[in-house]
């Protein structure tokens, strides 16, 4: 049997002529696909599809000429479709992976400000001298023995209230373990 006989067979629904241009031409596909595609599961999903189109459209091949060229179209038209999905897929991904990210974000800002007020709160709820102490250690940056000199007292001192105001913080943060990580580290 030749490609033409077995296109004419093939249009009459001749399941052996199918296999034969299968035969004859799944090799041939597949390392066509693979040099695109450089994935043989990909590739052969791709080919596959090839003569499945082939068997469905069987009726509208050209008795005259070789199914080669028709099979080749098939395959590399479905490669392309594959690659555009591809593309669309990964654009839905990217947008899911995006918004899920801004989201996040929102949520990272929203509680760090709500964190920020808790935080303000339980500083103001401080003794005069301990909050003074942590609002220069904390916000200006002075060191322990700077604070000590500027107020008059010892760096014993400085250190005690230190203690009393990360006691205080800690109760009020207990449940909150990304802002002890912050405050104290």
């Not at 082939?54 to 690659?83: F, G, M, Q």
């Not at 990210?101 to 709500?114: F, V």
């Not at 904390?138 to 005690?160: D, F, N, P, R, W």
Request: overall charge positive; glycine content about 2%.
């Amino acid at each position: 049997m030749n490609e033409i006989e077995a296109v004419i067979a093939l249009k009459n629904g001749d399941q052996s002529a199918f296999k034969f241009l299968f035969q004859t031409y799944y090799d041939r596909l597949m390392a066509y696909i693979i040099t695109y595609t450089h994935d043989k599961m990909q590739a052969e999903d791709i080919v596959q599809h090839a003569f499945i189109r082939l068997w469905k459209k069987r009726h509208k091949l050209d008795e005259t000429r070789s199914p080669k060229s028709y099979l080749y179209a098939i395959a590399h038209n479905r490669y392309i479709d594959t690659v555009n999905d591809k593309k669309k897929q990964d654009k839905i991904i990217d947008r899911i992976w995006e918004r899920a990210l801004i989201d996040r974000i929102e949520d990272d800002t929203d509680a760090m400000e709500s964190r920020i007020q808790k935080m303000k709160q339980v500083i103001d709820s401080l003794p005069a001298k301990c909050r003074e102490i942590i609002v220069l250690n904390k916000t200006q940056g002075l060191k322990y023995k700077e604070i000590a000199e500027q107020m008059g007292i010892s760096v014993k001192t400085v250190e005690s209230q230190m203690r009393i105001a990360f006691i205080k913080i800690r109760e009020a943060f207990k449940k909150d373990d990304l802002l002890l990580f912050l405050l104290l580290g």
